[in-house]
């Protein structure tokens, strides 16, 4: 059972489409992270957002972080091919020397 | 700033061999983390460093396993008697602070590993 729960796993949308993506869990994180990963390679990160209601602002996306620091979401306007990835998130465990916990993922497909 | 670096990027290797695996963190960093990720998943902790103690093993990490950090600069993933289960991208990742709730990994691009 994975301590984060990323929905929907798999998405498949047209170029120029809006989409959120969500990050869920029961437990409370320190800071939780927003990584890309495309096939073969390592994740890259995104974005880290540390105090609960947090929204950070990455061009098209749009990161926010529950109030009770909980979940988050990722919100991508007018996607574009190039948005094509695996997006994990991952949150700093605060009851386990922070230990970063990853979510199984939601991989993103952008069709021209 | 060259990033985290990973080598090799593949292993084939028959049952019951033994490979070694190398990371090379950012220059400044001292943690350094190990992870597996299957097909599907996410990344699953296996062990981390702080310069070269090694902190923290996780379950997973079985004792066919054995990581190394000895001068606190780059690191090596040992898995001995290899199964086919152990079949898996291994993932490096780097980070400057101290473990505090900000502490930023940066991954290198991992070592895809095939267990025939």
């Known amino acids: ?7 929907p796993q798999f998405l498949s949308i047209q170029e120029g489409e809006n989409l959120t993506v969500y990050c ?20 890259v990160l995104l974005v880290t957002v540390v105090t609960g209601g947090e929204v950070k ?11 009770a620091r909980k979940d988050s979401s990722l919100h991508i306007t007018a996607a574009q091919p190039g948005d094509t990835g695996l997006y994990l ?24 | 700033d060259t990033g985290v670096s990973q080598n090799p990027r593949h292993k084939i290797t028959k049952r019951g061999q033994n490979v070694t695996f ?14 597996r990720q299957t097909l599907g998943q996410g990344p699953e902790f296996l062990t981390y460093f702080q310069n070269e103690a090694q902190l ?21 993933l040992e898995i001995q008697r290899t199964e086919q289960g152990d079949s898996a991208m291994y993932l490096c990742a780097s980070s400057s602070q101290a473990g505090g709730a900000t502490d930023t990994q940066y991954f290198g691009p991992g070592t895809r590993l095939t267990v025939l």
């Open chain 1, 57 to 67: 602002k990455l061009k098209r996306l749009t990161f926010q972080f529950g109030d």
């Open chain 1, 24 to 43: 869920n869990s029961s437990s409370v994180f320190s800071s939780l992270q927003w990584y890309r990963q495309e096939p073969g390679e390592g994740p």
């Open chain 2, 22 to 35: 190398r990371c090379d963190p950012i220059s400044e960093h001292n943690r350094l983390y190990w992870y």
């Open chain 2, 56 to 76: 923290e093993k996780s379950r997973l990490l079985s004792d066919r396993f054995s990581a190394e950090r000895p001068k606190g600069s780059f690191s090596t």
């Open chain 1, 89 to 112: 998130c991952a949150g700093a465990d605060a009851l386990h020397n922070n230990d970063m916990r990853f979510g199984a993922g939601t991989r993103l497909t952008v069709k021209p």
């Open chain 1, 1 to 7: 059972t994975q301590l984060l729960e990323q929905s």
